[in-house]
């Protein structure tokens, strides 16, 4: 059955189900869309929506009234589906997702084209062929449905893919996207006008043509995107330039440079000419300096000679002054000052080696009565031990086990072996007594 009525009471429960009431001036009756049917709706029930609702009647035995399981849902009217439409886009304005400082604009000639529309439509088949004619690109087609349930949300996804794609791979990065279809009635344009696909669109990051329907459709992807086509052939036409007027206008450009720079050329040589004619002649201009160059060099031929001439008169004067007797007189101020020197350096060389004896004599009783000191020590009963090499050994932590020993007593040495070493300090011994010429 097909009813058409006012959504009245509309409210979903925690398990997905959504009850409602359709009304007229006159009468109401009970409706249910289960939660399976939910999410396939492509018009979600609000309240105060003038619908027409496709269903089955059933009753419901606990409150013994009819219902309607709900299993489509339309607008009724062009006129509620318009009004949707600008609550729609008011609220989504409002969110600034159609603000003009978020256009980007678009590449002048784009290596990779990304096409979101219906593989087997019209639509494409015109997209590449005016791209063939204006100037070919590589076309990246995404495949969607452009109309129908699940429309949108494979429209979005398209959108969202060719965003995801970093380039790295064997599929390239679009440097411009175009979202087309052809023309339609409002209800089979409507995926286009879903938030999904407008949130899509807005946040893209690549530069997206809108193209949907004829000059005269308008859905609200059109704000969002980055620039509006009228048609499909058209944003094949803003996407990329004709490549004969971009031949023509590089030539006409080469042609205009190739008389701007003739023209330059051609005013320098005027210019030169006219700065020649100011110069004086450059034949004249060297026998002048060549003739200055003989006079400088004979000029210089005359100083040089005057000059070694002079110097000569200075060298024979310093000779004159160089005599015998001014030589005589400086060798015995030499002499004088030498004998001198002499008669001092004596003197002072005898105090020297006098301070330098008694000093020495000053060592030698010192060392005269360290070694008396050290033949009283070793009188007493002491003993000096060295090692094979005769260094001194001053603990027993120096000696090793079987090393051979010299121990040193007043009167005389006497070889020794070490044979082991004790732990501990040993008591002290009372003092040696000598007998005999031995030790005890």
Known sequence: MR????????????????????KDTESNLDGVVWRTT????????KDGMDVICTGRITTYPGRSKYQLIIEAIELAGVGALLKL????????????????????????????????????GAVIRDILHRLADRFPRRVLVW?????????????????????ALDGKGAVPRPDLLIVARGGGSLEDLMAFNEESVVRAVAACSIPLISAVGHETDTT?????????????TAAAEMAVPVRLELVADVAAHAHRLAQALARFIDDKFVRVEGLARGLPDPRSLIETALQRLDDRAERLALGIAGLLRLRGQSIQALNRLLRRDVLEREVGRLRDAVSGLAERLSPAVARLMQQREIALAGCGGRLASWRQVQDKVLERGYVMVRDAKGALLTSAGAVTPGADLALQFHDGKVAARAIGRETGKPERAPAPKREQGKLL
């Open 3 to 22: 009813v058409r009525g006012e959504i009245s009471g509309c409210k979903q429960v925690t398990s997905g189900h959504c009850y409602l009431t359709l």
């Open 220 to 232: 609200l992807i059109d704000f969002a995107a980055d620039r509006r086509a009228p048609t499909p």
């Open 85 to 120: 439409l600008e609550e729609r886009k008011k609220k989504l304005a409002a969110e600034g997702l159609f603000d003009e400082s978020k256009k980007r604009k678009l590449p002048f000639l784009p290596e990779v084209i990304g096409v979101i529309t219906s593989p087997t």
């Open 143 to 163: 495949p969607v449905a452009v109309q129908g349930e699940g429309a949108a949300e494979a429209i979005a996804a398209a959108i969202a893919g060719f965003d």
């Open 38 to 45: 939910f999410g396939r709706l492509t018009v979600k029930p």
